[in-house]
């Protein structure tokens, strides 16, 4: 957050003037400065990076609050909360500075995580819906609590915790813009964020736990069960997935099994050359094809099979001319080639040597029509895509790198973390009102396991028993 966004310590503003200078050029509202003293006849001085001013009180009063925040010399941030003139591009003639002062400062000089969990990522999200993942709810944080410095490092307002808990060991609760996190160490002696709370604006803040300011390197982080358990459900995904019999292996050679029968099935068929194309009034293009020693081959595959979907093109892909590489995963990209063109042979004439494609119904419009002259084979974009899909969710489960990395271990009935929640009752009144009427014991049952499952809850029975309604 920015320094202005600060409500918290014993609150000073004072109007200031150059003491030398005609002017404080054209600092803005909101700029961090500092304020001390430079022991010369008590001279007051601010700085705003490289550049400083003495300046002194607008008026006695104000010159008595100055000499005060100087006297006092307690850790304090300070910022230009107001500017005479109000326009940024006129030098500034005297300024309204907010000073806010702590009792102590305390400097922490080694990095600092703050593990942030399912949990609390759970009561993020029910408050900012927009927040769709860890990384959103990580950012989202460090931007309400942690103060930026200038010179790149952060700082914090602590206090002690307001849980009554005396077990909690090193347990504090920090103050940011609207919000305050509560922090304690967890079983395995790791800084983790236990609950995120509003906090509102008071007028003074509680003796009984002054707020302190903090210089150091905090930042919030992952220690969420997927983001503790990646490195590791990587390593051993890697020794599983090299075993022959794992669940992981065979999805993936059974992948490029099914790749190479499409493969050799669209290279039986071949392709048929085309010399034009025209579109027809009821939405089908005709295809005036050309006379050469593919075109019986061709026309029988046709005959022989209930439906076909074929594709034009420019010229035939890659899979159809190159040789197939038996231990290729990845599928040929129509990349570079245009957008696609397919659609359903819905008839031929042997006698005039035409061919008819029927574009599918929910993307007629907006086709781009197909080459002039080109060549029409069995569709591969529909089979590209799926297997494509298939592949990259074998390979992101395999490394762990889904949103759910414990997912590949499961499949392989691997013994898995648990991640911390909250238990969510199985009856709401949203529930009972979609059961329409009271479920039977089983429903509700399987309503708890379902929504208190760490991962994955299989709902089974016999017909009739109310699955659908549970599910």
Same mark, same amino acid.
């Given at each position: 957050?920015?320094?202005?966004?600060?409500?918290?310590?014993?609150?000073?503003? =004072?109007?200031?003037?150059?003491?030398?200078?005609?002017?404080?050029?054209?600092?803005?509202?909101?700029?961090?400065? !500092?304020?001390?003293?430079?022991?010369?006849?008590?001279?007051?001085?601010?700085?705003?990076?490289?550049?400083?001013?003495?300046?002194?009180?607008?008026?006695?009063? &104000?010159?008595? =609050?100055?000499?005060?925040?100087?006297?006092?010399?307690?850790?304090?941030? *300070?910022?230009?909360? *107001?500017?005479? $003139?109000?326009?940024?591009?006129?030098?500034?003639?005297?300024?309204?500075?907010?000073?806010?002062?702590? $009792?102590?400062?305390?400097?922490?000089?080694?990095?600092?995580?703050?593990?942030?969990?399912?949990?609390?990522?759970?009561?993020?999200?029910?408050?900012?819906?927009?927040?769709?993942?860890?990384?959103?709810?990580?950012?989202?944080?460090?931007?309400?609590?942690?103060?930026?410095?200038?010179?790149?490092?952060?700082?914090?307002?602590?206090?002690?915790?307001?849980?009554? +808990?005396?077990?909690?060991?090193?347990?504090?609760?920090?103050?940011?813009?609207?919000?305050?996190?509560?922090? @304690?160490?967890? @079983?395995?002696?790791?800084?983790?964020?236990?609950?995120?709370? !509003? @906090?509102?604006?008071?007028?003074?803040?509680?003796?009984?736990?002054?707020?302190?300011?903090?210089?150091? +390197?905090?930042?919030?982080?992952?220690?969420?069960?997927?983001?503790?358990?990646?490195?590791?459900?990587?390593?051993?995904?890697? +020794?599983?997935?090299?075993? @022959?019999?794992?669940?992981?292996?065979?999805?993936?050679?059974?992948?490029?099994?099914?790749?190479?029968?499409?493969?050799?099935?669209?290279?039986?068929?071949?392709?048929?050359?085309?010399?034009?194309?025209?579109? =027809?009034?009821?939405?089908?293009?005709?295809?005036?094809?050309?006379?050469? !020693?593919?075109?019986?081959?061709?026309?029988?595959?046709?005959?022989?099979? %209930?439906?076909?979907?074929?594709?034009?093109?420019?010229?035939?892909?890659?899979?159809?001319?190159?040789?197939?590489?038996?231990?290729? !995963?990845?599928?040929?990209?129509?990349?570079?080639?245009?957008?696609?063109?397919?659609?359903?042979?819905?008839?031929?004439?042997?006698?005039?040597?035409?061919?008819?494609?029927?574009?599918?119904?929910?993307?007629?419009?907006?086709?781009? $029509? $197909?080459?002039?002259?080109?060549?029409?084979?069995?569709?591969?974009?529909?089979?590209?895509?799926?297997?494509?899909?298939?592949?990259?969710?074998?390979?992101?489960?395999?490394?762990?790198?889904?949103?759910?990395? &414990?997912?590949?271990?499961?499949?392989?009935?691997?013994?898995?973390?648990?991640?911390?929640?909250?238990?969510?009752?199985?009856?709401?009144?949203?529930?009972? %009102?979609?059961?329409?009427?009271?479920?039977?014991?089983? &429903?509700?049952?399987?309503?708890?396991? *379902?929504?208190?499952?760490?991962?994955?809850?299989?709902?089974?029975?016999?017909?009739?028993?109310?699955?659908?309604?549970?599910?």
């Amino acid at each position: 957050m920015k320094i202005s966004d600060v409500q918290r310590g014993k609150s000073t503003v =004072l109007e200031v003037v150059p003491a030398a200078k005609d002017d404080f050029g054209t600092i803005t509202s909101q700029t961090e400065v !500092e304020l001390f003293s430079s022991g010369l006849e008590s001279e007051a001085l601010m700085r705003v990076g490289k550049s400083s001013w003495a300046i002194e009180g607008a008026n006695a009063h &104000q010159q008595e =609050l100055l000499a005060g925040v100087l006297l006092r010399a307690l850790p304090r941030v *300070a910022w230009v909360a *107001a500017r005479h $003139p109000n326009d940024d591009k006129l030098a500034a003639t005297s300024l309204v500075v907010e000073v806010r002062e702590f $009792p102590s400062e305390n400097v922490w000089p080694q990095p600092v995580d703050l593990g942030v969990d399912e949990k609390v990522v759970e009561y993020v999200r029910g408050k900012r819906k927009s927040l769709s993942s860890i990384g959103d709810v990580i950012a989202w944080l460090e931007d309400r609590i942690l103060v930026t410095d200038p010179g790149g490092s952060t700082r914090v307002l602590l206090s002690g915790s307001p849980n009554p +808990q005396a077990d909690q060991r090193s347990a504090f609760r920090l103050y940011g813009r609207g919000w305050a996190v509560d922090v @304690a160490r967890d @079983a395995e002696d790791r800084l983790q964020v236990t609950r995120v709370v !509003e @906090a509102k604006r008071t007028q003074n803040d509680d003796d009984r736990r002054p707020i302190l300011l903090v210089r150091g +390197q905090f930042r919030f982080v992952d220690h969420t069960v997927a983001g503790r358990f990646r490195g590791t459900a990587r390593s051993e995904l890697d +020794q599983i997935v090299g075993e @022959a019999g794992s669940y992981l292996a065979i999805w993936r050679e059974y992948n490029k099994l099914e790749r190479r029968s499409i493969q050799r099935r669209a290279r039986e068929f071949g392709w048929l050359t085309y010399a034009s194309r025209q579109p =027809l009034a009821d939405g089908r293009w005709r295809f005036h094809l050309k006379d050469d !020693e593919r075109l019986e081959d061709c026309i029988r595959s046709l005959e022989e099979s %209930e439906s076909v979907d074929l594709e034009a093109a420019a010229a035939p892909p890659p899979e159809l001319t190159e040789p197939i590489d038996l231990d290729s !995963e990845s599928e040929g990209s129509p990349n570079g080639r245009g957008r696609i063109f397919a659609g359903e042979c819905v008839g031929y004439d042997r006698r005039r040597l035409t061919l008819d494609l029927r574009l599918p119904a929910w993307n007629d419009e907006d086709r781009n $029509p $197909p080459p002039d002259a080109g060549v029409l084979f069995m569709s591969l974009g529909g089979d590209r895509t799926r297997l494509e899909r298939r592949r990259k969710a074998q390979a992101l489960i395999a490394s762990a790198e889904c949103p759910m990395p &414990q997912l590949g271990l499961l499949i392989e009935g691997k013994v898995v973390p648990e991640r911390r929640r909250r238990k969510e009752k199985p009856l709401s009144a949203a529930a009972r %009102e979609a059961f329409g009427g009271e479920p039977t014991g089983r &429903q509700v049952e399987a309503l708890r396991v *379902a929504l208190n499952t760490p991962d994955i809850a299989l709902v089974q029975g016999p017909p009739g028993t109310g699955k659908t309604r549970t599910i």
